[in-house]
């Protein structure tokens, strides 16, 4: 596929599928998509099997419900997704970000080429704002959020929102934000607990549920309490579909940077749990045979 990617537009009422290639990005293919809801997922296995494919279902059927009053379960949206994911990811080749839009007459489904961070770390940007209505990806939160884009300019990978006047954090702008605080003696990962902020304060990331999983797997500590303290940081790191778990080497504010360890042993440990889940939290969309 020579353009940048491939869409596939179902019509709810006929029931017909159009297919077209595009030369739109996944943030344009977002920006033109009107009203309603969506979810982004990615592939693992070389375009074969989706990562987190039943949580997703999760969350779309939440949001459809939340934003435009659907009823319908996950198991609607994955008989109505499997085929239009068949065949998409049929016509690709290698890795895909795959994003899916919901409006009241039709559902979009577009197929682009998965581009992972270009470092192993990166820089975070603490900004001043908040999302309203975080439990749901409301496609309105895709305009509100472009202003702030403007703020991630290289070395820059994220904004992350705070409150200045509370001193909380809350998410990123397409990401989960966690922090790490040493608690005693130097133990491996052990040595320290993850501050995250409220659950009913964000969106609840699919990476971030999986890594919170984790946590609660290995006997980690998960602290609520998201006070912006950069001076107890041992390290930070952000989470999303296509970064997975992505350590944070500078936080920028204001006029001010600040360094953490991008090497913490805690976030290497969720990074590394995350990756060696891909296969066994994925399900098989593409056999052998028709990739």
């Not at 990476?207 to 946590?215: A, E, F, T, Y």
Request: charged content about 25%; proline content about 3%; overall charge negative.
């Amino acid at each position: 596929m020579s353009t940048k990617s491939l869409i596939l537009d179902y019509d709810f009422a006929s029931g017909k599928t159009c297919e077209h290639e595009s030369d739109q990005s996944a943030k344009e293919f977002m920006l033109l998509g009107g009203s309603g809801v969506y979810t982004g997922m990615r592939t693992v296995n070389n375009g074969r099997r989706v990562f987190l494919f039943d949580d997703h279902l999760q969350r779309l059927s939440n949001s459809h419900h939340q934003v435009l009053g659907g009823t319908h379960a996950p198991q609607y949206w994955r008989t109505l997704l499997m085929p239009l994911l068949k065949r998409g990811l049929s016509s690709v080749r290698g890795e895909s970000k795959i994003t899916v839009l919901v409006g009241r007459e039709c559902l979009r489904v577009q197929f682009v080429a998965l581009h992972g961070p270009s470092s192993a770390s990166c820089w975070v940007r603490l900004v001043s704002g908040h999302r309203d209505d975080p439990e749901a990806k409301d496609l309105k939160w895709v305009h509100e959020r472009e202003s702030l884009e403007q703020l991630i300019v290289a070395p820059v990978n994220e904004v992350v929102l705070v409150s200045w006047s509370t001193r909380r954090f809350y998410e990123g702008l397409s990401s989960n934000f966690f922090a790490v605080r040493r608690t005693g003696e130097a133990n491996g990962f052990r040595g320290y607990e993850l501050v995250s902020a409220p659950l009913d304060s964000v969106l609840l990331g699919t990476i971030m549920k999986l890594v919170l999983d984790i946590c609660q797997r290995d006997g980690i500590a998960v602290v609520y309490e998201p006070a912006v303290e950069l001076e107890q940081w041992a390290g930070a790191f952000v989470t999303s579909t296509s970064r997975l778990v992505l350590p944070v080497e500078r936080i920028v504010y204001g006029e001010n940077e600040q360094c953490v360890d991008a090497d913490n042993p805690l976030i290497m440990h969720l990074k590394r749990s995350v990756e060696h889940l891909t296969t066994e939290k994925s399900e098989l969309i593409i056999d052998d045979q028709n990739h």
